[in-house]
């Protein structure tokens, strides 16, 4: 059993930046692959980005790369998300997952644990 805790969210104007974080529980964190997805009202759950288990590889969303950065500390339990150049487009509840068997880190059903997420909003 993981659980997942998000922080960082907040109201921030465009081209600004926040950091997200993602504190796990549980010893077995390094074998998860971990992930950040997003909501927003109307729409369906959307990956954001992805990073495997021992972070040798980072996967994102067109809409993102570049400007986002997913990382992680395994010592600590924690995944982050850096968000830079942040657009009225990227408001959502973000969430993060833990996947323990990786295989399709941008598909949301192949994750097992879920945060409850934190609202990130954009102003313009």
């Known amino acids: 059993q993981v659980q997942l805790v998000e922080s960082g969210g907040g109201l921030v104007q465009a081209g600004g930046s926040l950091r997200l974080s993602c504190a796990a529980s549980g010893r077995t964190f390094s074998s998860y692959g971990m992930g950040w997805f997003r909501q927003s009202p109307g729409k369906e759950r959307e990956f954001v980005a992805a990073i495997s288990s021992i972070g040798l590889r980072t996967y994102y969303t067109d809409s993102v790369k570049g400007r986002f950065t997913i990382s992680r500390d395994n010592a600590k339990n924690t995944v982050y998300l850096q968000m830079n150049s942040l657009k009225p487009e990227d408001t959502a509840v973000y969430y993060c997952?833990?996947?323990?068997?990786?295989?399709?880190?941008?598909?949301?059903?192949?994750?097992?644990?879920w945060g409850q997420g934190t609202q990130v909003t954009v102003s313009s």
């Open positions: 997952a833990a996947d323990s068997r990786p295989r399709d880190p941008g598909n949301a059903a192949a994750y097992d644990y």
